[in-house]
């Protein structure tokens, strides 16, 4: 069946272009996760969706960085004013409803950033 | 602070070999600790999900250890194949929250023939 689909796979853009990246979650799936990973690093979570709630935007490191729902489903993460150190790899992930204990995340490929 | 520490960093082992992977936690309060794999350029996959009560849980030759007491966690790999090299991640749950987690850095693991 259909995974976690993201794209694009790579992005290359100069410093202080914008952009935006996009992921496909898992039809059926309440909850969405956005993770940033740097070379050698573990994974930091950004922002998490679960249904209709607000978003925990907690972790997303600076008002350039922003994240939506749309539908319940699409998200797309931006990113403006794109900086050197917002190269690495972005992750999303979906999962069923997260209340009620902990439920598996599903994670897809990732997009490549690279910030010139 | 909450911290998930995994040793070694890397590790080159020859194909049909065992390996132990290591993982400590300050994490605190305990949810549930997991073990993701991940291959290069791709998204983590979940191998084993423990909590408290759980010390042992086994997915093929992968079985993952957990000593909640000493705050330890081991992921051992048996009869090791090419297709084990990977990155391994241990990620500890502060709650029942998915997204309060604690991600380690990972074990690379090189599987020679």
């Known amino acids: 069946g259909a995974g976690v689909s993201q794209s694009p796979s790579n992005k290359v853009t100069e410093k202080g272009k914008d952009v935006e990246l996009r992921c496909d979650p898992i039809s059926g799936h309440t909850a969405l996760y956005w993770y940033r990973q740097s070379l050698g690093q573990g994974l930091e979570f950004l922002i998490y969706f679960q249904g209709n709630s607000a978003p925990d935007k907690s972790g997303l490191p600076s008002d350039r960085f922003s994240a939506e729902r749309t539908g319940g489903s699409v998200s797309t993460l931006t990113i403006q004013r794109t900086q050197q150190e917002d190269s690495a790899v972005y992750l999303c992930?979906?999962?069923?409803?997260?209340?009620?204990?902990?439920?598996?995340?599903?994670f897809g490929p990732g997009t490549r950033l690279l910030v010139l | 602070k909450n911290q998930v520490e995994q040793s070694p960093q890397s590790l080159i082992i020859l194909e049909g070999k065992n390996c132990t992977l290591q993982c400590n936690y300050t994490v605190s309060p305990f949810s549930n600790l997991r073990w993701y794999k991940q291959d290069t350029g791709r998204g983590p996959v979940s191998l084993t999900i423990m909590t408290f009560s759980e010390n042992t849980k086994s997915n093929g030759r992968y079985t993952a250890t957990l000593d909640a007491d000493t705050k330890q966690s081991s992921l051992h790999i048996t009869a090791s194949q090419l297709s084990d090299s990977a990155s391994y991640i241990c990620?500890?749950?502060?709650?029942?929250?998915?997204?309060?987690?604690?991600w380690g850095a990972g074990t690379k693991l090189i599987i020679k023939p």
């Open positions: 992930a979906s999962s069923l409803a997260s209340s009620g204990g902990a439920k598996t995340q599903y």
């Open positions: 990620v500890v749950s502060a709650s029942d929250s998915n997204y309060q987690l604690i």
